[in-house]
């Protein structure tokens, strides 16, 4: 379909104008709302996939979430009375004593690209703010990020706070220093090493 | 226990089973480095097996390839040593690390504070009886005894009777620091010291005449334990002993300068008696042996951040007898006594122009004198200028590619003396990607074009972009005698990127802040290593200094923080001055400002 087509190219080009008039023009010619979500969610696929490939960098990555927000402010609520909400739910954060919050935030983009539902609580989280939000929000997954070797340890702490919480809700960590290694080590369900594999991992770890 | 042989010099060394042999190769004085601390993810510390059993490898794939580890090549930190092995761990002893120790600037102005003063005092007797102390008093024309640590005085009976009453009072203001043997031409001698996160340099002074006698630097033997600060702090955070082993480490830096430098100037290390060392705030807290843990984490918080004057022995530091340790003061826990010791090297502090002092090593410190006031930031670049995270990337020293351009058309590479291309340094990278901006090559997004757009936007040197294991990639250097061939892949260009990304855009925060533009910079002085050999025009044209920077404006200053930390050995007003500037620089935190990371999106990109 041209129009989608040209939704998802916008988009993919971080084209926030042409994607909010494109977008609208779906929705005025009642394309179902499903299948202008799943161009949109095409769209950060790719940019997620050109990135990890080294192919395009976080100032393109950010511009495309631009577009894909604002357009995706525009289908929210044709999603809402379609009774279409993501399946989902994440929590998603910087660690304790890291301010470090841009890769946290790509992330966020992405899952959200992805139809993830995504509470972020911003950075320096401490390990219960984690579980309380988790809990307060009935998350699938706690998604944490540290940039400082000296704060990995702090998801450790959350993991370990996660478990003895009783609650069941998942665990995913990244961000430059940390490695599988490293995750398979303090016990977290799932380790991303960009922000395209974490969308990959946090879908599989939901099916799972 | 298994015997390890290193080639190529042929060292043999013992060690237990289960060593590490990372470690091992650092306890036999092999200088193989290892960015990352020994985590198995930099890959600088490879290291060939040339014969005997190591245990399967595990966890190198971050770091070599099947092939590279079929050929024999492992990461030193990943191994455990169970049997004998020959290792060869390339020539690294013979490589010369290039550590900046020019400067220009204010010139010293000795205030003599610490003197060696030759007495030929009158013999006690029945008719005078003046007391020990009493008589140095005298002979030193002073109304008050000089102050005495009672460990001096506990031996001021037998010194002064040993040497006949012929000595040399060797003073610190009004402070008897040691009583010597006499000797009229007898100086008091200075060391003044920048100890880099990556280099250490020193410099002997004559405290009389002011005169520099001899020269010394080494790598900072820290390195081993991480190339940045925070690696270096998670290090220290294992324990008492780990952080003792840092402050030994750097301790036994200071004293190998202080005996190369006073070989050279044909002295002796007994007759050094003040030494002033800048450094970052974390290197001064390792120094000290201070617990650097809080510095890492916000809200970053240093034990001490004011000057400091304790004896040299505290640190374990053999000099002169009493000799005086002194660091200069810090601004904040990413702004040290280095940016300090810059300011005041050049007198930016005072000046009326606006002004910017950066220093790019793994944190970017950045200082800007605007309106009369002087604010500083630090921005973490990362270590891409170092050549971590750069996939051919080295330090300055020999065989690093340095230079990168194009000449009559062809593509061109210098090397540091002039040998063998080993690897890439700062000043080349920044050289590389001006060139691949310049041709077309890179576009404005950092996006390296793949062989067949090359060969339309540049034909010269289209056939120097490769396919490589990580994917697009631009040759530097064509394989030779065993060594790989070096490439610039896409992901050290965004590596590079970021670092430089970070550098323009802590420079933008600083001058918003005071409302100032680029082009309102009358002045931009480069610090440190690699500011000083860059060229200015491939830090214009990759955008590390922000669009809008006249050209004529940008001036490298050499080691500044060398240049200021002598002027605290040489004078005590100098060290109040110091003290003014720590005191009075605005320190503008980067962190969770809404401001930086908008800055830092757009100058990730290049300038088209
Ligand atoms: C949940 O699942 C997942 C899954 C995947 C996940 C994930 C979670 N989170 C991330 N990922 C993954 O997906 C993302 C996209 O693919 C990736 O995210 P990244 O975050 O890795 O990548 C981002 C998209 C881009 N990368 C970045 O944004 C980081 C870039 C560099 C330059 C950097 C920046 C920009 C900053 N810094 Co900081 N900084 C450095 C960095 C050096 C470098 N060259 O990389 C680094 C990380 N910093 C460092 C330091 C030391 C510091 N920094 C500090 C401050 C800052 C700034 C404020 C100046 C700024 C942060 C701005 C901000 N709002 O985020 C300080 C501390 C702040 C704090 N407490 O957090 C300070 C302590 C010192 C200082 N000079 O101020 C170093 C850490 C060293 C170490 N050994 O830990 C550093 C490597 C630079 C260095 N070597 O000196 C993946 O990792």
């Keep these: 379909m041209e129009l989608l087509n040209n939704l998802t190219e916008a988009v993919k080009k971080g084209k926030r104008k042409d994607a909010e008039a494109l977008v609208k023009q779906a929705v005025e010619q009642k394309l179902e709302a499903g299948t202008i979500l799943d161009s949109l969610i ?4 790719d940019i997620g996939r050109r990135f990890k490939a080294n192919e395009i960098f976080v100032p393109e990555v950010l511009i495309a979430a631009r577009a894909m927000k604002t357009a995706m402010e525009i289908l929210e609520p044709v999603l809402v009375d379609a009774g279409i909400k993501p399946e989902y739910k994440v929590v998603i954060g910087t660690v304790r004593g890291d301010l470090h919050d841009i890769g946290k935030n790509l992330v966020a983009m992405m899952l959200k690209g992805a139809n993830f539902e995504v509470i972020d609580l911003g950075t320096d989280v401490t390990p219960e703010k984690f579980v309380e939000a988790a809990r307060d929000n009935g998350a699938n997954i706690i998604c944490m990020s540290a940039l400082l070797t000296t704060t990995m ?3 450790k702490e959350t993991v370990d706070c996660v478990k003895s919480s009783g609650l069941k809700t998942l665990t995913m960590i990244g961000g430059a220093p940390v490695t599988q290694e490293y995750a398979d080590e303090i016990g977290a369900s799932g380790y991303g090493a960009d ?9 599989s770890l939901v099916s799972a | 226990m298994p015997l390890i042989t290193f080639q190529p010099s042929g060292k043999k060394t013992n060690v237990p089973a289960g060593t590490n042999l990372l470690d091992a190769c ?4 092999m200088g193989v480095p290892a960015s ?6 930099c890959g600088k510390c490879r290291v060939r097996i040339v014969s005997g059993k190591v245990p399967p490898h595990v966890g190198y794939e971050q770091a070599l390839s099947p092939s590279e580890a079929a050929a024999g090549w492992r990461l030193a930190c990943l191994v455990s040593v169970e049997s004998d092995l020959v290792v060869d761990v390339g020539e690294t002893s013979a490589i010369r690390s290039v550590i900046l120790t020019d400067f220009g600037g204010v010139r010293p102005e000795p205030d003599h504070e610490v003197k060696s003063v030759p007495l030929e005092l009158p013999k006690p007797s029945l008719a005078d009886q003046t007391c020990d102390i009493g008589r140095i008093m005298r002979g030193l024309g002073l109304e008050e005894y000089p102050r005495c640590a009672l460990a001096l005085m506990q031996q001021l009976a037998r010194k002064l009777r040993e040497h006949d009453f012929r000595i040399n009072a060797v003073l610190f203001g009004n402070e008897l620091l040691a009583v010597e043997k006499f000797r009229p031409e007898s100086r008091a001698l200075g060391l003044a010291v920048d100890i880099g996160t990556t280099t250490v340099a020193g410099l002997l002074f004559d405290l009389q005449s002011g005169q520099a006698l001899a020269v010394a630097s080494r790598t900072n033997p820290q390195a081993v334990h991480g190339d940045d600060v925070v690696t270096r702090i998670d290090y220290a955070n294992r324990g008492d002993e780990a952080r003792k082993k840092l402050q030994g480490l750097i301790v036994g830096a200071l004293g190998e300068i202080l005996a190369e430098t006073c070989a050279s100037a044909s002295a002796e290390t007994g007759e050094v008696f003040f030494i002033a060392v800048g450094g970052n705030t974390t290197m001064h807290h390792l120094l000290l042996g201070l617990e650097p843990v809080n510095i890492a984490a916000s809200p970053y918080i240093p034990v001490a951040k004011r000057g400091w004057l304790t004896r040299a022995s505290h640190v374990g530091l053999r000099a002169g007898e009493g000799a005086r340790l002194y660091t200069v003061p810090n601004i904040s826990a990413y702004v040290g006594g280095d940016i300090v010791a810059g300011l005041l090297a050049y007198d930016l502090h005072n000046c009326d122009e606006t002004v910017l002092l950066v220093d790019v090593g793994t944190n970017g410190e950045i200082a800007l004198r605007a309106d009369g006031a002087t604010y500083a930031c630090s921005t973490a670049a990362g270590p891409a200028f170092e050549g971590a995270r750069i996939s051919c990337g080295m330090r300055a020293a020999t065989g690093a590619i340095s230079v990168v ?4 058309g062809k593509f061109f590479i210098e090397t540091i003396d002039d040998a063998p291309a080993r690897g890439l340094c700062g000043t080349g990278l920044l050289d590389a990607v001006a060139l691949l901006l310049d041709c077309g090559l890179l576009d404005e997004t950092g996006y390296l074009l793949d062989r067949d757009e090359a060969k339309d936007a540049c034909p010269e040197l289209a056939e120097r972009i ?16 065993g060594h790989p061939h070096l490439a610039l892949t896409q992901k050290d260009i965004r590596e590079f990127q970021l670092a430089k990304g970070a550098v323009a855009a802590g420079v933008r925060v600083l001058l918003e802040t005071v409302g100032k533009n680029t082009s309102d910079l009358t002045r931009v002085c480069l610090a440190g290593g690699f500011g000083s050999y860059l060229k200015p025009a491939s830090a214009l044209r990759t955008g590390l200094l922000p669009q809008g920077i006249k050209p004529g404006a940008v001036e490298a200053v050499g080691n500044s923080a060398l240049a200021g930390t002598r002027l605290c050995l040489l004078s005590g007003r100098m060290r109040d001055e110091a003290e003014r500037i720590a005191r009075e620089v605005k320190y503008i935190e980067l962190s969770g400002q809404l401001s930086f990371q908008e800055a830092f999106t757009d100058e990730m990109e290049f300038p088209v």
Excluded at chain 2, 26 to 29: L, P
Excluded at chain 2, 405 to 408: E, L, N, V
Excluded at chain 2, 466 to 481: R, V, W
């Design chain 1, 42 to 45: 095409a769209a950060m696929d």
């Design chain 1, 153 to 155: 340890p702090a998801m």
């Design chain 1, 195 to 203: 922000a395209a594999t974490a969308v990959e991992v946090a879908r």
């Design chain 2, 26 to 29: 650092h306890r036999a004085g």
């Design chain 2, 36 to 41: 990352c601390g020994g985590k198995g993810l």
């Design chain 2, 405 to 408: 351009g194009k000449r009559d």
């Design chain 2, 466 to 481: 490769i396919e490589d294991k990580t994917g697009t990639a631009f040759l530097l250097a064509e394989k030779s005698n």
